[in-house]
């Protein structure tokens, strides 16, 4: 089945421990993406990457980090957790061809107490 | 200024009814794509449909299709036949420019439809 997996689906962590949500896709996709949901807010996007070792900002890229080491994967890292960083996240691929429709995750829903 | 706007933040509708969520837009490249996604209370988000700025007809996807009014800059999806299962969170995007992957996905605020039974 296609699909993009992310874990964990639910955390809830301190001030300042490192973490890591993973992202997959099965698709062979050439892009992938991270946004954040808040209330009032919609979604917002985190980091992106066109293709293996490239990835760049998108529009609150402030205390994440991404890497893209193989096509299929790309972790979000939260290397100092701060509480509002506390949201639903999603990581999304996509073709990277017209009308290159994004396919998103499940969600994580991260608490940062 | 917002890219995307979503005005109606909650709408009702009677079960098997047809209803119309609004969704404007603000852009000044004439390439872009406007999509519709569905997010259930379980969370996820369901890709709805498509609509390509030099697309000539309408976007229709089963009971949804996209009411695209280029000169307005509005992108309005209408649910025909609404169902129970319809009651979720519906979002308005946008992407910018002919070619992807280096030109983020804008949301709009999102639309919170209720279908009474």
């Known amino acids: 089945e296609a699909q993009v997996t992310q874990n964990p689906r639910y955390l809830i962590t301190v001030t300042g421990k490192k973490l890591t949500v993973t992202c997959s896709q099965n698709?062979?996709?050439?892009?992938m993406s991270w946004y954040r949901q808040d209330p009032g807010l919609g979604l917002r996007q985190i980091y992106y990457?066109?293709?293996?070792?490239?990835?760049d900002k998108g529009d609150v890229p402030e205390g994440y980090k991404v890497s893209r080491k193989e096509k299929r994967n790309f972790p979000l890292i939260l290397e100092s957790p701060s509480p509002n960083q506390t949201s639903l996240y999603f990581c999304a691929s996509s073709l990277g061809q017209s009308p290159d429709t994004q396919y998103f995750g499940p969600g994580t829903r991260l608490t940062v107490l | 200024a917002q890219k995307i706007t979503q005005t109606q933040p909650g709408m009702f509708v009677q079960e098997k009814e047809a209803v119309t969520l609004d969704c404007t837009y603000d852009?000044?490249?004439?390439?872009?794509?406007l999509f519709w996604y569905k997010q259930p209370s379980s969370g996820e988000m369901i890709f709805l449909i498509y609509q390509g700025s030099y697309d000539q007809q309408n976007a229709t996807e089963g009971r949804y299709s996209l009411n695209f009014q280029k000169a307005r800059k509005s992108a309005n999806l209408v649910i025909s036949a609404s169902q129970l299962g319809d009651s979720a969170m519906y979002f308005c995007a946008m992407r910018e420019g002919r070619y992807s992957g280096n030109t983020p996905l804008v949301f709009g605020k999102g639309t919170r439809l209720s279908v009474i039974a």
């Open positions: 990457s066109m293709n293996v070792e490239v990835t």
């Open positions: 852009t000044s490249d004439p390439s872009y794509g």
């Open positions: 698709m062979n996709h050439e892009y």
